[in-house]
């Protein structure tokens, strides 16, 4: 109800459109029943056959308002639904992303939203004025002939005894079938987001059966719906036609007995079939009602998912429409100032999973304005240090502070206007190149502004190759780019952010020495006047940090400089022959 609720006007409207057709539908038999009694009088049939004849056409004009309106409403009710979906599911903790599926996630938006609408419009919407059909042709049968009534009841509820129990495995199978192709749209997206690795591995059959497995999985459990679905509408029309058969047979003989007129006989039937499209009508909304639970089950899981925001409304929740952004623009947060931050972790505990913690009760403190640069072996937790500083998790234990605040204290938007972060491989989005190096900056940038820091990291020659310049679309996942080139992307925008502090996740890792060193100079521009923490292992990086910290086991094994580390910790003097640091 709280989903229909803003469109309430729109659907009640609908509503009585319906039930007047419904009500006139109901006047048509006993309409009839006047015009035979009329002709078997011999009296004028003319009045009661044109008020027949404005009934159909006024039923019809009503249906079809009714089916505009709602239809409408559906839609609108769907849209609602998806966009505070969607902003649900933009807005999880990154833990969130990393216990599910993408592809059902995807699901819950696509596939499980379409199937809530069709039941809004194609079952309970339309039911309601069906539920008063019936009612009102139930009683206008007694009115007629108590008798026959009981019989016509008697026969419905035997058959609709037998087929009760299918409409309640119908939720079951409608949720095990998009499941199912929840699980089909993740693997589809994991081969399609790795294609290269694929092909490269010869895997693409071996995929297309993964994935072909979930399809058969949901084909079946589809199937089973299906069935569900064809016993329940074949019981009743087995029941309808029953009705009839009985109706005829005992009215024919209360009429041969003189028990019944005719004319009475001939409205009873009328209204039996009058009954068939209604009947229909309420028993599609009962099954289509028990797939809307399976839909509305797996949408509200989303309910139950952690955001980082808490006053994100809940998908089942009306909110007011937010103003519309650009594509470019970030959150609502404003511009703070971009003073470079005291950065301090005191004494930090953090886990991903239940487990072993990746960093255990690490402490250390960062300059204003200073570079930092963490190194240590594979999974020690240098990226994660980055992940808590712009809260992706929270601390197990401790706390991150910036200027001596804890940062589970900023408000999230101003926290992260603050930072600019370039992670590991550099990720582009589907757009133009101009959408990209603008990405998330809340302010105007001129054209004048965007050309030079493009030329600072040079990007200008993958311009210039490129058909429409900054307008040039650069694919899903920049795909039109190398991976050099999204780093550079990501490098322009740092520049054009102009950050506090800033987080750089190996980036530089993809570049030839020509371009790093470009790069490099783009980012010491960017953070002449920034709080910088870098996770690099590349020789320029370390050795011009004014502090490098060595990270071994959870903890922080030593600080230093690169001079100071290679004269006085073993460990770091094995890390720089490995990584081919100089050994001076």
Request: net charge neutral.
């Amino acid at each position: 109800m709280e989903l229909v609720r803003p469109h309430r006007k729109v659907v009640a409207v609908g509503l009585l459109l319906g039930l007047a057709g419904s009500f006139g539908a109901l006047a048509q038999p006993m309409a009839a029943r006047v015009i035979l009694d009329a002709v078997a009088a011999g009296t004028g049939f003319l009045a009661p056959l044109s008020v027949l004849i404005a009934l159909l056409v006024a039923g019809s004009v009503m249906s079809g308002a009714q089916m505009f309106l709602l239809e409408r409403a559906g839609e609108r009710i769907v849209l609602g639904l998806r966009l505070r979906l969607v902003r649900r599911l933009l807005h999880l903790r990154v833990q969130e992303y990393d216990r599910r599926q993408t592809g059902d996630l995807l699901s819950k938006a696509g596939s499980d939203t379409t199937l809530l609408r069709s039941v809004l419009t194609a079952g309970v919407l339309d039911a309601v004025p069906g539920i008063v059909t019936v009612i009102g042709a139930i009683g206008l049968m007694a009115y007629l002939d108590w008798i026959l009534l009981v019989v016509v009841l008697g026969v419905m509820l035997a058959v609709m005894l037998v087929v009760a129990p299918a409409l309640a495995r119908i939720k079951d199978a409608t949720h095990s079938a998009q499941d199912h192709v929840g699980l089909m749209t993740s693997a589809l997206e994991r081969a399609l987001g790795a294609v290269r690795t694929v092909k490269a591995g010869g895997m693409q059959d071996t995929e297309a059966d993964l994935i072909g497995s979930h399809a058969e999985n949901a084909y079946a459990a589809g199937i089973r719906t299906a069935r569900l679905d064809t016993l329940v509408g074949v019981g009743t029309g087995v029941a309808l036609e029953l009705s009839f058969l009985a109706v005829m047979g005992v009215g024919g003989y209360r009429v041969a007995s003189g028990a019944l007129p005719a004319a009475d006989l001939i409205a009873f039937l009328l209204y039996v079939m009058y009954l068939a499209s209604p009947i229909l009508v309420i028993t599609v909304a009962v099954t289509q009602l028990q797939k809307a639970f399976a839909a509305l089950a797996r949408i509200a899981e989303a309910d139950d998912m952690e955001t980082e925001f808490p006053d994100v409304t809940t998908v089942n929740t009306p909110a007011p429409t937010p103003p519309r952004a650009s594509r470019h623009q970030g959150s609502a947060a404003e511009d703070t100032p971009q003073t470079p931050p005291e950065v301090e972790f005191d004494q930090v505990t953090f886990a991903y999973r239940t487990g072993e913690p990746v960093l255990k009760n690490v402490s250390f403190r960062i300059s204003p304005g200073s570079r930092t640069a963490v190194v240590g072996p594979s999974g020690v937790g240098k990226t994660t240090v980055l992940n808590l500083l712009e809260r992706f998790y929270t601390p197990t234990s401790g706390r991150v502070l910036l200027d001596g605040r804890d940062i589970a204290t900023i408000p999230l938007d101003r926290l992260r206007a603050r930072i600019g972060y370039v992670e590991q491989g550099a990720p582009v989005l589907d757009g133009t190149l101009r959408e990209n190096l603008v990405y998330g900056i809340r302010r105007e940038v001129s054209e004048r502004e965007l050309l030079r820091v493009v030329r600072a990291v040079r990007l200008d020659e993958v311009i210039a190759g490129l058909g429409e310049g900054l307008n040039s679309p650069v694919g899903e996942r920049g795909s039109q780019l190398s991976g050099g080139e999204r780093q550079r992307v990501a490098a322009a925008r740092l520049l054009l952010r102009r950050p506090g502090l800033v987080l750089l996740d190996e980036a530089t890792s993809q570049l030839d020495s020509l371009n790093e060193s470009a790069v490099h100079e783009a980012f010491d521009d960017a953070t002449a006047h920034a709080t910088t923490i870098v996770v690099a292992h590349r020789l320029s990086t370390v050795v011009s940090a004014d502090r490098i910290m060595v990270l071994e086991g959870g903890g922080v094994r030593a600080v230093g400089t690169h001079a100071e580390l290679m004269a006085t910790d073993d460990f770091y003097q094995d890390l720089a022959r490995g990584q081919l640091l100089p050994q001076h």
